[in-house]
């Protein structure tokens, strides 16, 4: 790769204390501005007794500020008729855009930005895709959909040409053509579209059509690691995969790929201990709770995201300093069966194990959190599938010996399984029914 590593190196190098020192400055104005804008945090700190003026540390901000969480955000959008929950700090003409989430846990969540030339969540990631390898004139493929905005200004923005194909899930051998022709150094692709393209490369070199990629993103499920090892080692592209930031941005992998990093430029993230309210030891899985420095719009401050992970402030292997997350899971993920829990890491993890159904393509079917029977739905790839009631058999011991649970499977094609998901970003890894 040419050229320098780092596009940013000034904020992607900051020294730690020099990171502090910034996040205090940033939510010591931000605080102000959200309790004279924002019915919603001004109602909520009024209930705390807790005002800006009582709050001057990133200590005081932690031992003050109450978190919040989706639920508390839609309780006040239902009460008030607030469509923004209360949260927004700006009049709404200023508004540049409005964009939602995919809703895959509950009703979508709308996201009102303030922006310039580019939206801020793709432009938080141009030094992300600088780090794939992504340079001045460089094509890149327009990503599926434009949920959380249109990306394609972003990477205009980076210097990049934006090839604009239809990538709509069926479509993958047109996609695969285009890039064939258009040769693109960048392209996202969502779970579904990997699946779809496994497929294709059974009838189609992959290896040959990709040759002109310098790295592919993921987001939106995590990659098997079957998956990662296909798109690396068969297909020949480097995978870089990213997740929400706490849906104040993106964290993505850098080529070390040693955990997601997040942009403390632009989020001051907490570890916090899922039962309770203070911060787990260093190392240890704790919720993300977030508070977002870069959104004048409507800031999230002080937000349990329920996502499970474990944090690590040291140096990257990258030379980058700011923090690198894993992700351990979602709250409420595991499910007690007959008083047992099991996690969905345990069902992957088998599901993963047999060639049959290698990609790691399932879910977990539950009316509620506790359940008397474990219920999986399982994809198989029908091409080495010779006997299907012996793969379930196979399976079901598996899982027992895994999860010390006696499991009711139902096994579906992948592409059956896949065609289930109503969107196009997320194959939901548990479904009520
Ligand atoms: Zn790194």
């Known amino acids: ?151 394609d200004m972003g990477y205009q923005a980076l210097g990049a040409v934006v090839v604009t194909a239809d990538c709509w899930l069926g479509n993958m051998a047109s996609f695969v053509e285009a890039v064939r022709r258009c040769r693109p150094a960048y392209m996202q692709l969502m779970y579904a ?19 002109s990629v310098k790295g592919v993103s993921c987001a939106g499920q995590p990659l098997s690691r079957r998956m990662r090892a296909m798109i690396t080692d068969e297909w020949g592209v480097q995978v870089h995969e990213y997740t929400s930031a706490a849906d104040t941005g993106t964290a993505w992998e850098c080529r070390e790929r040693d955990g997601f990093h997040l942009w403390e430029d632009t989020v001051f993230a907490e570890c916090v201990d899922p039962d309770g309210n203070g911060e787990v030891r260093a190392g240890h899985v704790g919720e993300l709770v977030a508070t977002d420095l870069d959104n004048a719009a409507a800031p999230l401050i002080r937000y349990r995201s329920e996502d499970l992970v474990r944090v690590s ?78 793969l379930n058999a196979r399976l079901a011991t598996a899982l027992r010996e895994r999860t010390g649970v006696d499991p009711v499977l139902e096994l579906y094609t992948e592409e059956e399984l896949m065609r289930t998901a109503r969107s196009v970003a997320k194959f939901p890894r548990v479904v009520k029914d």
């Open 1 to 151: 790769m040419s050229g320098r590593r780092y596009f940013e190196p000034e904020v992607e190098l900051m020294p730690r204390r020099e990171i502090q020192a910034h996040q205090e400055r940033r939510i010591l104005e931000l605080l102000p501005r959200a309790y004279e804008n924002s019915p919603f945090y001004r109602e909520l700190w009024d209930a705390h007794g807790v005002r800006p003026r009582d709050i001057g540390s990133l200590d005081d901000f932690r031992a003050r500020i109450p978190f919040i969480d989706k639920d508390m955000i839609r309780e006040f959008r239902a009460r008030r008729g607030d469509s923004f929950g209360g949260m927004l700090c700006v009049p709404r003409e200023q508004l540049t855009s409005i964009t939602s989430s995919s809703g895959t846990t509950g009703d979508p969540e709308f996201f009102a930005e303030v922006w310039g030339d580019a939206p801020p969540l793709v432009t938080a990631q141009l030094r992300d895709l600088w780090e794939i390898g992504v340079r001045p004139g460089d094509r890149v493929m327009s990503p599926v959909g434009t949920f959380r905005n249109l990306m």
């Open 313 to 390: 402030k040291e140096t990257c292997g990258c030379g980058r300093t700011h923090a690198r997350m894993w992700v351990a899971g979602r709250r409420g993920d595991e499910t007690i069966v007959g008083g047992r829990p099991v996690v969905l890491r345990d069902i992957w993890q088998t599901v993963e194990d047999h060639p049959e159904t290698s990609g790691g393509v399932f879910q977990l079917v539950r009316g509620q959190r506790e359940v008397e029977t474990l219920r999986v739905r399982v994809g198989y790839d029908p091409a080495i599938t010779a006997d299907l009631a012996e």
């Open 193 to 211: 579209q990997v699946v779809e393209l496994e497929r294709l490369s059974e009838t189609c070199d992959l290896k040959e059509a990709f040759s």
